[in-house]
């Protein structure tokens, strides 16, 4: 199957190429390229430029700095970002809390808080998951007891990623631990991560790095006007922060460009090894399969609201980054087992056991595989 653009749509794509290949600075695509870790001030820097031209994010209402784009034209803008090493918006700001803010926050809470969301004068973090919750995020124990005009906060989240970076914390929070269903009597509510009582201390993953950290949370008083909506409805705002985030987490423009540049790190070998080439055949078929369903879930959402096949992509995108980058750690050999330059080996294959590692861990976040096998087999084909 060959598909072809529109003509509008074509120039909107050259529109695009030129500006993230011309207008984000080198520095911060060829860390992206390197595939090494960015710095919080690269991320910031690149998401202020897209913010300044206007397309930081166009899946906001057109009022707070979005754009009234096509579902067709955000796979494209996504697409080329992705082609040309550009890092995409900050997930936390541009397609979990922002979307949340300007669909239930009071007018108040969307003036205050959505500019300095979109252009990354706040850096978000994300205080959902609790160590003794697991997949079930609504047996979550954070307590919020409101008193006077403060809420109080007690508490810990955990696996909490760049929190070492984080200005303000959004989170879920219990306040009527004596609602009937354990979905209901939760909160969404905005924490200044400045707040006496705050302490973030960081996990030590497999692949090295220190991505992830436990926030604690003693006697902290929290404004009862950073209460997101209204008081114990927090479970429907999260629903819907989470069917964006599965959608996300599919990453296809990333895993698009790693299997070309995986084909060209391969070079003879994949002429001269038939099994190499299948294996690359199958999963570019897989790519397609995933990326024409991302168009279609996108295109048939309505509202603003995330659909139940938003679980699809995070089950099948999340599968298939794993199998890439094993694909890749394959094609490095002994020599991705070495992070070390001074060990000689090529650049690519530096980061291919980190990033196998790193990998690991999609098939939990954003949701576990197992909770979206749930939900697939509940909501869609209604078993």
């Not at 790193?358 to 909770?371: C, K, Q």
Request: glycine share 8%.
């Amino acid at each position: 199957m060959k598909l072809r653009l529109s003509p509008e749509d074509a120039a909107f794509r050259a529109e695009l190429r030129e500006f993230f290949t011309t207008q984000v600075p080198r520095h911060i695509r060829d860390t992206v390229a390197a595939r090494e870790d960015l710095t919080k001030e690269q991320m910031v820097e690149s998401m202020r430029t897209l913010d300044a031209a206007g397309i930081a994010v166009p899946n906001w209402p057109v009022e707070w700095g979005g754009k009234d784009w096509t579902p067709l034209q955000r796979h494209i803008w996504h697409e080329e970002m992705r082609a040309a090493c550009v890092p995409p918006p900050i997930t936390f700001n541009a397609s979990m809390v922002g979307p949340v803010i300007a669909a239930f926050g009071s007018q108040q809470v969307k003036e205050r808080f959505l500019p300095a969301t979109r252009n990354a004068g706040i850096w978000w973090s994300q205080g959902f998951s609790e160590p003794d919750a697991g997949s079930d995020l609504a047996a979550l124990r954070t307590s919020a007891v409101r008193d006077g005009d403060h809420y109080v906060v007690n508490g810990q989240k955990t696996w909490t990623s760049y929190a070492q970076y984080g200005d303000w914390i959004f989170t879920l929070v219990r306040t009527d631990p004596d609602a009937p269903r354990k979905q209901a009597g939760i909160s969404f509510l905005l924490i200044d991560m400045t707040t006496p009582g705050v302490t973030v201390r960081p996990i030590r993953l497999i692949d090295g790095g220190s991505l992830v950290n436990e926030v604690f949370f003693q006697d902290v008083r929290v404004p009862a006007d950073n209460l997101v909506g209204q008081e114990n409805h927090g479970w429907h705002y999260a629903k819907f922060l989470l069917g964006n985030e599965r959608a996300g987490i599919a990453g296809v423009g990333g895993t698009k460009w790693l299997l070309a540049e995986a084909k060209t790190w391969a070079g003879d070998r994949l002429r001269e090894d038939p099994l190499l080439a299948a294996d690359f055949a199958r999963l570019e078929n897989d790519l397609l399969a995933i990326e024409l369903t991302s168009i279609r879930v996108a295109a048939e959402s309505s509202d603003g609201k995330a659909q139940p096949a938003s679980s699809v992509l995070k089950l099948a995108g999340s599968e298939l980054q794993q199998a890439v980058t094993e694909l890749v750690l394959n094609l490095a050999g002994e020599q991705g087992l070495s992070s070390d330059p001074a060990a000689g080996a090529p650049a690519w294959t530096r980061p291919a056991a980190p990033s196998y590692l790193h990998l690991r861990a999609a098939s939990i976040y954003g949701g576990s595989n197992e909770v979206q096998r749930q939900i697939i087999a509940g909501t869609i084909l209604g078993l």
